[in-house]
């Protein structure tokens, strides 16, 4: 499956911005989608993630603020981001994974870029 990534851009602290992660084809069966970030600096890391059942798991960082979403229909997972702070600046992948337990699959988006000033 390929996933695209969108929705980043540049907005001041306490803003909001909603990405989209479009696949290449149905995501029924796919049991885990993910967003993860990478700051410059520092290693990739798992920011939001949800399962085909709809159980969703969340970085300490982000709960209360981020709300990760999936459309089966469209083919398309969400992430919408509240309250942005300026350490939420980073590129934004979202990662797929067919089977299994856990998170992070094969597959990634290009990444987004996120920008949050102060």
């Known amino acids: 499956v390929q996933l695209q990534a969108s929705g980043g851009g540049s907005v001041q602290a306490g803003g909001s911005l909603r990405l989209s992660c479009a696949a290449s084809?149905?995501?029924?069966?796919?049991?885990?989608i993910a967003w993860y970030r990478q700051g410059p600096g520092s290693r990739r890391y798992l920011v939001a993630g949800?399962?085909?059942?709809?159980?969703?798991n969340y970085a300490d960082s982000v709960k209360g603020r981020f709300t990760i979403s999936r459309d089966n229909a469209k083919n398309m997972v969400f992430l919408q981001m509240n309250s942005l702070k300026p350490e939420d600046t980073a590129v934004y992948y979202c990662n797929a994974k067919e089977g299994g337990t856990g998170w992070g699959g094969p597959y990634w988006g290009q990444g987004t870029q996120v920008t949050v000033s102060s």
């Open positions: 084809r149905s995501i029924h069966s796919i049991n885990a």
């Open positions: 949800i399962t085909s059942d709809g159980s969703t």
